[in-house]
């Protein structure tokens, strides 16, 4: 039987949907969203050293205009705080806020109960079936990505 590739894709977009509904919902007592949560566990990560909107969106992939977005709600929750960099007045430089660090706990305690909810019908093999299986089309993904990259550099 051949696999419908097309309801694959269907799929693990409805799949991505719903995931991040389900986090979201986990986290609406906190008033913050999933994506949100992500981007101040990442900010939290770089502790003293802070990081910038251009790291963030390298690594995260969205618009320079959508972080921003995120970003501000965060900063405007108390979450965030930016500074200027010390070596370049334009780059601004993102710190979690001492509340931020206070309600990480908290954040990621309902990031786990939403995981758990989310994977439960699963069997530990069947996980690492499935993060193999991720791994590999990421990889995949990321060989493309960079031959598009070269593709569109030589033209």
Not at 40 to 54: A, P, V
Not at 64 to 88: I, P, Q, W
Not at 116 to 130: A, I, K, N, P, V
Request: glycine content about 6%; charged content about 30%; hydrophobic content about 30%.
């Amino acid at each position: 039987m051949k696999v419908d590739q097309s309801q694959l894709l269907r799929n693990n977009r409805w799949i991505c949907i719903q995931m991040e509904q389900c986090t979201n919902r986990a986290l609406a007592p906190l008033g913050i969203t999933a994506i949100q949560a992500h981007l101040l566990f990442y900010i939290l990560d770089h502790g003293e050293e802070g990081t910038s909107l251009t790291t963030i969106h390298r690594t995260f992939g969205y618009s320079m205009a959508t972080l921003s977005g995120m970003l501000k709600r965060l900063r405007e929750k108390g979450y965030l705080r930016v500074e200027h960099c010390a070596d370049d007045d334009r780059r601004k430089l993102l710190f979690g806020t001492e509340k931020s660090q206070r309600d990480r706990e908290g954040l990621e305690r309902a990031v786990r109960l939403s995981e758990r909810q989310l994977y439960g019908c699963f069997s530990e093999e069947e996980l690492r079936t499935l993060d193999g299986m991720q791994q590999k089309l990421l990889r995949h993904l990321s060989t493309l990505t960079e031959e598009r990259r070269k593709e569109t550099t030589q033209s």
